[in-house]
């Protein structure tokens, strides 16, 4: 069992930036790879980025790409998604997942465990 807690959402205005944050336990962290995903309200759970099981290759979202960055600490167990240049239509409710998969993938039904989400909320 896998347990994952995200922290760090918040209300911010549309330019700014937040630093989301994703503790694991329950399970050996650096065994497989880990994913954010967003869902907005009266839409569908969307991948947002991804990262290998060792840190060494990230993938992302074209709708992200150049604005979030995400990165993770093996020996803290945790992921984290730094998100700058934030529009309104970032605004959403992001989740934190892991797979036993080295790699991941854009799927969220591919990942096993996922955290209660936490809110990012974006003003014009």
């Known amino acids: 069992q896998v347990q994952l807690v995200e922290s760090g959402g918040g209300l911010v205005q549309a330019g700014g930036s937040l630093r989301l944050s994703c503790a694991a336990s329950?399970?050996?962290?650096?065994?497989?790879?880990m994913g954010w995903f967003r869902q907005a309200p009266g839409k569908e759970r969307e991948f947002v980025a991804r990262?290998?099981?060792?840190?060494?290759?990230?993938y992302y979202a074209d709708s992200v790409k150049g604005r979030f960055t995400i990165s993770r600490d093996n020996a803290k167990s945790t992921v984290y998604l730094q998100m700058n240049s934030l529009k309104p239509e970032d605004t959403a409710v992001y989740y934190c997942?892991?797979?036993?998969?080295?790699?991941?993938?854009?799927?969220?039904?591919?990942?096993?465990?996922w955290g209660q989400g936490t809110q990012v909320t974006v003003s014009s």
């Open positions: 997942a892991a797979t036993s998969s080295p790699y991941g993938s854009r799927g969220y039904t591919d990942y096993d465990y």
């Open positions: 329950g399970r050996t962290f650096s065994s497989g790879a």
């Open positions: 990262i290998t099981r060792s840190g060494g290759v990230t």
